[in-house]
C-alpha cells in the first residue's frame, strides 16, 4: 500500500512541478519582454490580452504552425535531436531541487515532502544533467551545416567547459560548510534566519557562482553562442517552429533552474529570511528569491554591454578559476583553525 | 536507495515525452512547402563558400583537453569537501598538495600560452 | 575543393550588424580575421546619373536620400556648390538657419549612430533612449520643413521658408535638456568596464593610414587628426561660431566614440548660439532668377506669375564651368563636384560621400582581429550604404 502511495504521490509531483515549470518559463519569457520594455521606455508585449498576459501562448500556439524547416546541408538526426537535448536536459535539472517544506495531507497522517526526488548526489546530479545540456547546443549549432552556427557551437562548446570547472569550484566552498551533497541537507543546515545562509559564510563564492551561471546560460554579458550582431543568432540560425522554440525555452528553464541552485545553495533555499516569518510557506520564499534573482539576470541584460569571446575565456581560465581554488583554500584553512 | 532514483525517472520520462511531443506536433500541424532556396544555409543571403563540416582550430581541442583535466580536479574535491571535517589537517595538506602539483601544470598551460586567443 | 586552414564567410548583406546591405567576406582562421573585403552596391540607385536629368532645384530630393541620416547636411553641400557656381550671396539670416538645422541634424545624425554602435556591442537600452531625442529633433524638422527623415528644407539661394510660430523656443527647450541626456548616455558606456575592453585598442587605424586613405570626419579626428572643413574653409558663416575640434589619440574604436560624444556638446552649444544670435532679414538671395517671388505676389502680379513658371519649369541656368564645394558633413567630408554646359541640368554631378572612404579603410581596421572587433569597427567608422553606392 505503501509504495501505491507513494506512486500516485510521484506522479502527481512530476506532473505538478513540470506544469508550474512550463508555465514559469512561459511567463518568464513575458517578464524578460515587459521588464525589458520598461528599462528602455517602451511597453512590451500589451496586445494579447491584459497586460499582453497570453503572449506566451499566442507564440507557442504560432511556433507550432510555423513552417518546419530542415537546411538541405543538415545533419538531420542531429539537428531534430539537439533541441530536445537541450529542454530534456534543462527540465531534468529540476527534479532534485527542494522547492518547498514538507506538510501532511489534511485528514490523514500521509506527509508529502516537497521536491521530487532527495538523492545523496544531487548536486553531482544537477552538473551532470547541466553538462548533457551543452550537448544541445553544440550539436545543434554543429549539425545546422551554417558557418555561423559552427562558430557559435564553437564558442559555445569552449566557454560552457571553461566555465563549468570554475562554476563546480565555486561551490566546494558550501560543499565543505554543509559535508553533503544532498540539497535537502544543505537547506537544512540554512535554517533560523538570513544570518545562517551559506552567502554570509561565502559570499565571494556566491558572485563566482552567479557569473560562471551567467555563462552557462549564455546571457549578457556572455552570450557568446548567440551574439545576434556578430554571428546572427549562433547556433540557433537555421532552426525554426518548435525547434526553436525548444531551444528558447530551454534557455528560460536553464535559467529558472540556475536561479534555484543558487538559492537552495546561497540563499537558504525555501526557508524564511527572518524565523517569526516562517508561518508563509516555504514555496513563497523559493518563488520570491529565485525571482529577485532572475529579475537581475534580465536588468543587468538591459545594461551591459557584451563582452568579446577571448576576454571571456581569458577570464574564465586566469581570474575565475584562480579566485575559485583560493576561495577553497581559504574556506577548509579557517574550518581547520575553528576545528 | 535506489527507489529515491524513480521519481527522477518519471519526471525525465515527462520531459521527454514533452520534447517528442512538441517535434511531432510541430511536424504534422506546421505546413512543410520546401524549395531548395528555402532549404539553403543562412549566410546573410549569400551563396555560402564550400561545406560547413569542416576542420576546427586546434584551440578548441586544447581548450577540451584543459577541461578535462581540470574539471577530473574538481570531482576529487568533491568527496574531499564532504567529508573534509573528519579528516582535519590530514586532508587539508594532502590536498594543498594535490593541488599544488595541478598549480604547476597550470603555470605550465599559462606560460606556454594555451590560454592566448591572439 | 581541397580544404583550407581558413574560413570563408559572408557578413551581410542581410546580417544585424552591418548597417544596412554592407557585405564582408571574411577569411577566418578560427575567429582571427585574416582578411576583409568589402563588397558594395546592394542600395544603388544611380543619383549621379538621375540628377543629369533633373533641373538644378530637382536634385535636391535626391541629395536627402543619399545619407538618410543627415538630409539636412546633404542639401546643404548641394546648394553651396549650386550658389558657388552661381556666385550668388545667401542672406545671413539664411546662412543661420542653415546652420541651425544642420547642427541638430548632426545630432539626430550621431544619435542614431550612438544607439546603433551600442547595440552593436550588446548594450541594447541605449538606442531607445538616443531615439527618443531624435524624434524631438524629426519633431522640429517636421514644424520647420513639413518633412522628418527627408525635409528637403534648403533651397538654392536661401531656405525654404522661414521658422514657424513658437519653434524657437521648442529648440531652445530642446538644447537646454540635451546635456542632462548626454550624461544619462555616459554613464551606461564611458565608464563601463565592459565597454571599454571592447573599444579601447580595437580598430586602430594610425595618423597616417588614416590620411593615406583619404578617411575624414570622426573617424580621422579619432586618429588625432585637427581637421574639420567647417574650420578649414569656413562655409556658411561657421567662422562666427565658437566650437572646438575634439580629436582622439591612438585611432581605437573608444577614440572614435568619444570624439562624437564630444562633438555632439559642440554641434548643441551650436545650436544655442545661431539661436541666441539669429539675425533679422530675408531668407532667400534676392536674385529674380533663383529665388521664387513670395507667393501672393504670384496670385496678384502677372510678372511674378510668369517669373514663378519660368524658374519652376525651366529652372535655372548657372554659366558654363566646374566647382567643388564641400561640407563637414556628420560622417565627414561630403563634397559635390558639379559640371554645368551652361543648360538647366548638370552635366556631371559627382558626389564624394565620406562613408565611402571611411569604409575603404575598414580592412586596415580590422584585419588582425577578432569577428567581434569587425562588429565594433563597423560601428564606429558609422557608414550609411545609401550615401556609399548612391
Not at chain 1, 537546411?71 to 532534485?96: C, E, N, Q, R, T
Request: one cysteine or more; aromatic letters at 12%.
Amino acid at each position: 500500500m505503501q509504495v501505491f502511495y507513494f506512486l500516485i504521490e510521484t506522479i502527481i509531483k512530476c506532473v505538478v512541478v513540470f506544469a508550474c515549470l512550463m508555465l514559469s518559463v512561459a511567463y518568464l519569457t513575458w517578464l524578460e519582454r515587459k521588464v525589458l520594455g520598461h528599462i528602455q521606455i517602451r511597453f512590451g508585449p500589451n496586445r494579447c490580452g491584459p497586460f499582453g498576459l497570453l503572449q506566451p501562448f499566442s507564440d507557442g500556439i504560432k511556433a507550432f504552425f510555423k513552417e518546419d524547416l530542415i537546411p538541405g546541408s543538415a545533419d538531420k538526426p542531429v539537428f531534430v535531436l539537439a533541441p530536445m537535448i537541450a529542454i530534456i536536459s534543462a527540465i531534468s535539472m529540476f527534479a532534485v531541487i527542494p522547492f518547498g517544506n514538507q506538510f501532511t495531507l489534511p485528514g490523514t497522517d500521509y506527509v508529502v515532502k516537497l521536491r521530487i526526488a532527495d538523492i545523496d548526489i544531487g548536486l553531482l546530479y544537477v552538473f551532470g544533467i547541466a553538462s548533457l545540456g551543452e550537448f544541445g547546443i553544440v550539436l545543434g549549432g554543429w549539425a545546422s551545416g551554417n558557418k555561423y552556427g559552427l562558430t557559435g557551437s564553437l564558442r559555445a562548446a569552449a566557454q560552457m567547459i571553461s566555465y563549468e570547472v570554475a562554476l563546480g569550484l565555486s561551490i566546494v566552498g558550501v560543499i565543505l560548510l554543509s559535508q553533503s551533497l544532498r540539497l535537502t541537507e544543505i537547506v537544512a543546515l540554512q535554517a533560523g534566519g538570513f544570518w545562517h545562509w551559506n552567502i554570509i559564510y561565502q559570499p565571494a563564492a556566491f558572485v563566482f557562482f552567479i557569473v560562471c551561471a551567467l555563462a552557462e546560460i549564455n546571457r549578457t554579458p556572455f552570450d557568446m553562442p548567440e551574439a545576434e550582431s556578430e554571428l546572427a543568432c549562433g547556433f540557433n540560425i537555421e532552426y525554426s517552429s518548435m525547434k526553436f522554440a525548444l531551444f528558447f525555452m530551454a534557455e528560460y528553464a536553464h535559467m529558472i533552474t540556475v536561479a534555484s541552485i543558487a538559492v537552495t545553495l546561497f540563499l537558504g533555499g525555501w526557508q524564511a529570511p527572518l524565523p517569526f516569518l516562517e508561518f508563509i510557506p516555504g514555496v513563497f520564499w523559493f518563488g520570491a528569491k529565485v525571482f529577485i534573482l532572475i529579475f537581475f539576470f534580465i536588468w543587468q541584460r538591459g545594461t551591459f554591454p557584451r563582452l568579446r569571446y577571448d576576454q571571456i575565456m581569458k577570464f574564465g581560465w586566469k581570474v575565475l578559476f584562480e579566485l575559485t581554488l583560493i576561495n577553497i583554500l581559504i574556506t577548509a584553512f579557517v574550518m581547520l583553525l575553528k576545528g | 536507495m535506489l527507489i529515491d532514483y524513480l521519481p527522477i525517472l518519471f519526471y525525465v520520462a515527462i520531459a521527454i515525452f514533452f520534447a517528442c511531443f512538441a517535434i511531432l506536433a510541430s511536424h504534422l500541424l506546421g505546413q512543410r512547402k520546401p524549395t531548395r532556396l528555402k532549404e539553403a544555409p543562412y549566410e546573410c543571403g549569400m551563396n555560402t563558400y564550400g561545406s560547413s563540416f569542416r576542420r576546427v582550430p586546434i584551440k578548441y581541442y586544447i581548450i577540451a583537453m584543459l577541461f578535462l583535466l581540470f574539471d577530473i580536479e574538481v570531482v576529487f574535491l568533491y568527496p574531499w569537501a564532504v567529508i573534509f571535517k573528519e579528516l582535519k589537517m590530514f586532508g587539508f595538506i594532502s590536498m594543498a598538495i594535490f593541488l599544488a602539483i595541478l598549480i604547476i601544470a597550470y603555470i605550465y598551460i599559462w606560460k606556454k600560452g594555451a590560454l592566448e586567443w591572439e | 575543393m581541397a580544404e583550407t586552414r581558413l574560413m570563408t564567410i559572408n557578413m551581410g548583406p542581410q546580417h544585424p550588424a552591418t548597417h544596412g546591405v554592407l557585405r564582408l567576406v571574411l577569411e577566418l582562421d578560427g575567429e582571427i580575421i585574416v582578411k576583409a573585403t568589402p563588397h558594395i552596391g546592394h542600395l544603388h540607385r544611380g543619383v549621379e546619373k538621375l540628377a543629369e536629368a533633373r533641373t538644378y532645384h530637382q536634385i535636391i530630393p535626391l541629395t536627402d536620400r543619399l545619407d538618410y541620416t543627415n538630409a539636412m547636411g546633404n542639401n546643404l553641400a548641394y546648394v553651396l556648390a549650386v550658389e558657388k557656381l552661381l556666385g550668388i550671396e545667401v542672406p545671413k539670416r539664411a546662412q543661420y538657419l542653415r546652420v541651425m538645422m544642420a547642427e541638430l541634424q548632426r545630432l539626430a545624425a550621431h544619435l542614431i549612430w550612438l544607439g546603433t554602435h551600442a547595440l552593436d556591442i550588446g548594450a541594447m537600452t541605449l538606442l531607445f533612449y538616443n531615439f527618443r531625442e531624435r524624434e524631438e529633433i524629426l519633431r522640429i524638422f517636421e514644424e520647420v520643413a513639413g518633412g522628418r527623415l527627408t525635409p528637403t528644407y534648403l533651397r538654392i539661394g536661401g531656405v525654404a521658408k522661414d521658422l514657424p510660430e513658437g519653434i524657437e523656443g521648442k529648440i531652445r527647450s530642446f538644447v537646454n535638456a540635451f546635456p542632462d541626456h548626454m550624461k544619462e548616455y555616459e554613464t551606461l558606456l564611458t565608464k563601463n568596464v565592459i565597454w571599454l575592453k571592447r573599444t579601447k585598442g580595437v580598430g586602430i587605424i594610425s595618423k597616417e593610414d588614416a590620411i593615406n586613405w583619404g578617411v575624414t570626419g570622426p573617424t580621422l579626428r579619432g586618429s588625432g587628426v585637427k581637421w574639420d572643413v567647417r574650420k578649414a574653409f569656413p562655409y556658411s558663416s561657421y567662422d562666427e561660431f565658437e566650437f572646438d575640434i575634439p580629436t582622439g589619440s591612438t585611432g581605437d574604436v573608444y577614440d572614435r566614440y568619444y570624439v562624437r560624444l564630444r562633438e555632439m556638446e559642440w554641434s548643441n552649444s551650436i545650436v544655442r548660439q545661431a539661436l541666441d544670435r539669429l539675425p533679422k532679414g530675408p531668407i532667400m538671395a534676392d536674385d529674380p532668377k533663383v529665388a521664387l517671388p513670395p507667393k501672393e505676389m504670384v496670385l496678384t502680379d502677372i510678372a511674378s506669375l510668369i517669373r514663378h513658371f519660368k524658374i519652376v519649369s525651366e529652372g535655372i541656368t548657372p554659366p558654363r564651368g566646374e566647382v567643388y564645394a564641400s561640407v563637414e558633413a556628420s560622417k565627414g567630408e561630403l563634397g559635390f563636384y558639379i559640371v554645368s554646359d551652361g543648360s538647366n541640368r548638370p552635366l556631371r554631378m559627382r558626389i564624394r560621400p565620406p562613408s565611402f572612404l571611411n569604409l575603404s579603410a575598414l580592412p586596415k581596421m580590422i584585419e588582425g582581429g577578432l569577428i567581434a572587433d569587425v562588429i565594433s569597427a563597423i560601428g564606429s567608422i558609422d557608414i550609411v550604404l545609401g550615401e556609399i553606392d548612391r
